[in-house]
């Protein structure tokens, strides 16, 4: 996605506060990493009314994974994991339908606690986590075999700039990886980024590396501009 489908100023700020309230959104084995964009489509009609209030107030939404075991239970109130990650709508699109394509830019990751709602969705109060960063010396040995990790798993990409902090570069290979959700709920709630990027290159390790598919069609990933083929929380 392009740097002009984001108003100036991107990503917003902490606002400071210790512990703030938002609407819950749950997925099965999805997470949302700060920096980085998730693109959804919004079908359900509770999430529909969760997206019209959202886009009248600050417009953040808390994105969960639901538990293991429990992905059948959307229909529901299945139980998520207390880590979570905090985002905000940057882009949005209601089509004729009454569906909404939304592009969520994560913040941070957060700790949860359901809390009572008068809504047809559920709301959490949340708190941010602040992370831990290594020695920027003493991290240089990860952070090189990180950006070479990445680079065998993206293809397209020649290089990356060297200002990428090595937190966003652990979370970056994280995603390039078909993880299981009990790996990556373990690595995602690793809040040290060394730690987190030493974790990322242990499940490297282990996970093949896929061979690159001919693209025939476009669109269909859910990825890049189009979240027409994205995550649809009614369907999962």
Same mark, same amino acid.
């Given at each position: ?30 997470? !949302?990493?700060?920096?980085?964009v998730m693109p959804l489509q919004i079908v359900e009609p509770r999430y529909r009314t969760m997206i019209e209030d959202c886009l009248d107030g600050p417009g953040r939404i808390v994105l969960a994974a639901v538990h293991q ?58 708190? !941010? ?21 990445? !680079? ?38 690793e809040f040290d980024a060394g730690r987190r990027a030493e974790q990322a290159l242990a499940l490297h390790e282990l ?30």
């Open positions: 996605m392009s740097d002009e489908a984001f108003p100036a100023g991107w990503p917003p700020q902490d606002e400071g506060q210790a512990q703030q309230n938002a609407p819950l959104f749950p997925l099965p084995n999805v997470f !949302l990493f700060p920096g980085h075991g429990h992905h059948g239970e959307l229909e529901g109130s299945p139980p998520v994991c207390p880590l979570a990650g905090l985002g905000e709508i940057a882009r949005h699109e209601k089509l004729p339908d009454g569906r909404f394509l939304i592009w969520l830019v994560g913040l941070a990751r957060v700790r949860i606690e359901e809390t009572n709602s008068d809504k047809p969705y559920r709301q959490v109060n949340f708190e !941010l986590i602040h992370e831990v960063q290594p020695d920027p010396e003493e991290a240089e040995d990860t952070r090189e075999r990180v950006v070479e990790a990445i !680079l065998l798993r993206t293809p397209q990409l020649e290089e990356l700039p060297d200002n990428v902090p090595l937190s966003y570069l652990a979370d970056l290979l994280l995603q390039r990886m078909p993880l299981e959700q009990e790996a990556m709920e373990g690595a995602y709630g996970t093949p590396i896929p061979e690159p598919e001919e693209d025939d069609s476009e669109g269909q990933d859910g990825d890049g501009d189009d979240p027409a083929g994205g995550v649809d929380p009614s369907l999962n």
